[in-house]
């Protein structure tokens, strides 16, 4: 099988060596070639450029959630199409690796080779769901190009939370969970928006997407959208904001109507010990599931970040759950 590793040398948890042994090992049962990324975006080109060349039959994503989603982007730069397209596989090599987890590979770079390769001789592989996010017509943000994630996106706090953690890594600041805590509280702390949201949700035809008048729902605070669960993990806790998210669904959205101390403290907790059964519920918390398409306007350009990755402040993002959109060795 002609395939291309795609390694991001930065990644977190893997050193020089240990790339190297595991591209030795992927050498051994596949017609490998390698390509290490060496600016933000590289990994999006490479990829684009094995699935418009139509030789390449793997694109092999080596790295964190970062990585994988540029890879994933490069695959699909021209729409889905999983019957023609090169199949992704992922080895992860980040700090959480959200995508991988998720899928059910090992979080350990040697064991998720050897369960990539044992895969690949079994011919082990599913076609899964991906969300898509574009400016919304009519907007400022119409202009913004579409951008597909694999297991989140969020709008609001948690983009502001991200976007502090990056700020912190361009200083030297090593990516731990201890950092991601710290700048929740400070995000909290100097959150504008905490006692009365600034976020619109908008559905088309109502409740099971038929026509008719839109669903509106105002005055939301925090929104978070995922293409799998769990959302994230706090050390190899697994946290579940949507429990009912699933690669073979569209997109679950998450939201909260306020973000006063009280509301964060009883929501935070439900956050920490939510299960795949239950996740975070009451008055203040808004849970949708299977959503095929939707968006999100704000009053106050705010934090947007997708698959961990913060892309700026916006004011519109449509969202579109596209099922089977993309093939992937497991």
């Not at 799998?228 to 569209?250: E, K, M, Q, V």
């Not at 704000?298 to 959109?325: C, E, I, N, W, Y």
Request: proline content about 5%; aromatic content about 6%; some cysteine.
């Amino acid at each position: 099988m002609r395939a291309l590793l795609v390694v991001n040398p930065a990644a977190t948890t893997t050193s020089a060596r240990t790339r190297e042994v595991l591209t030795h090992a992927l050498a051994s049962d596949l017609k490998l070639e390698v390509a290490e990324t060496r600016y933000r975006g590289h990994a999006r080109d490479l990829a684009r450029q094995a699935t418009e060349g139509g030789e390449t039959e793997l694109v092999v994503a080596l790295g964190g959630d970062g990585t994988v989603n540029e890879v994933v982007n490069g695959l699909l730069a021209n729409g889905p199409d999983p019957e023609s397209h090169p199949r992704l596989a992922v080895v992860p090599g980040g700090s959480t690796n959200v995508f991988a987890r998720a899928l059910g590979l090992p979080n350990d770079v040697v064991e998720a080779t050897g369960a990539l390769l044992d895969a690949l001789r079994d011919g082990s592989e599913r076609t899964i769901g991906l969300g898509l996010a574009a400016g919304t017509p009519g907007t400022e943000d119409e202009g913004v190009p579409e951008r597909w994630f694999t297991f989140c996106a969020g709008f609001g706090f948690d983009a502001g939370v991200v976007g502090r953690v990056e700020q912190q890594r361009e200083r030297g600041k090593r990516s731990t969970h201890a950092l991601y805590m710290r700048q929740v509280v400070r995000q909290f702390l100097g959150e504008a928006n905490r006692r009365r949201g600034v976020i619109t949700l908008e559905r088309p035809g109502g409740e099971d997407g038929a026509e008719g008048a839109a669903e509106i729902v105002e005055n939301l605070a925090l929104a978070i959208i995922c293409n799998t669960a769990p959302w994230s993990y706090l050390g190899n806790r697994p946290i579940y904001p949507s429990p009912d998210a699933s690669f073979d669904t569209a997109l679950d959205l998450f939201a909260l109507s306020k973000l006063s101390p009280s509301a964060v403290a009883r929501y935070a907790t439900q956050l920490l010990t939510s299960t795949p059964e239950r996740g975070p519920h009451g008055k203040h918390a808004l849970s949708l599931h299977d959503l095929t398409n939707f968006t999100l306007h704000s009053q106050v350009p705010l934090p947007f970040q997708m698959d961990g990755d913060h892309l700026g402040l916006r004011t519109s993002v449509t969202f579109t759950g596209v099922r089977r959109a993309l093939r992937v060795i497991v």
